[in-house]
């Protein structure tokens, strides 16, 4: 006899997509507040020197400043871009087999909609953190915010979950179970 598995609950993700908006938003909000365009801070400079920084710069590119040549072609191909991957992220989220699945995806949602709100509305996303890597990789990472480390953080969960967790299978074979009423004999 083949039992369907119970769907797993999503709120959670929702719920993790709500925090990391939030935090994500209320970062941004700071930096762009307290901070001047291109203006840095050193973060721990007697302990790291000039290793880890804040500095405000507003992305109208993609990952590592990736863009077309016009931010306003870069605005607009990047605001679809994110709308789309958003409902693709929903819709792979109803599909989650695991936990760790649904972390991942609101995590990934958190993140992707929070540079999307800076698009919509600054047309450009807010990035603060850098972080020096020895030269041998490259000069100085990338500047990134909260959203683009939740969308790392997931990516890293996907792949782990890809590659050591277990599918749970689609149904679960179990038992007929038995009838009170015969006996030993009787089955």
């Known amino acids: 006899m083949n039992i369907p598995l119970t769907k797993l609950r999503t709120s959670p993700a929702y719920l993790i997509m709500l925090v990391v908006v939030i935090l994500d938003q209320l970062t941004k909000s700071l930096v762009r507040h307290y901070m001047d365009i291109y203006q840095s801070i050193p973060l721990l400079k007697n302990l790291f020197g000039n290793t880890f920084m804040l500095i405000h710069v507003n992305n109208t590119g993609a990952a590592f400043s990736i863009g077309f040549g016009s931010d306003l072609v870069n605005r607009i191909f990047f605001i679809c871009i994110s709308i789309i991957a958003v409902f693709f992220i929903v819709y792979l989220l ?31 996303v807010t990035d603060f953190f850098s972080v020096d890597f020895p030269d041998f990789i490259m000069e100085r990472f990338p500047i990134f915010n909260i959203a683009d480390s939740t969308i790392f953080i997931a990516v890293c969960l996907l792949i782990f979950d890809a ?25």
């Open 163 to 187: 590659l050591f967790v277990k599918d749970a299978p689609e149904t679960i074979e179990a038992e007929p179970m038995a009838d009170p009423q015969l006996t030993k004999d009787e089955y």
């Open 94 to 124: 109803r599909r989650s087999q695991h936990r760790i699945q649904i972390y991942a995806f609101g995590l990934v949602l958190g993140g992707a909609i929070g540079n999307l709100m800076d698009r919509v509305v600054y047309g450009g």
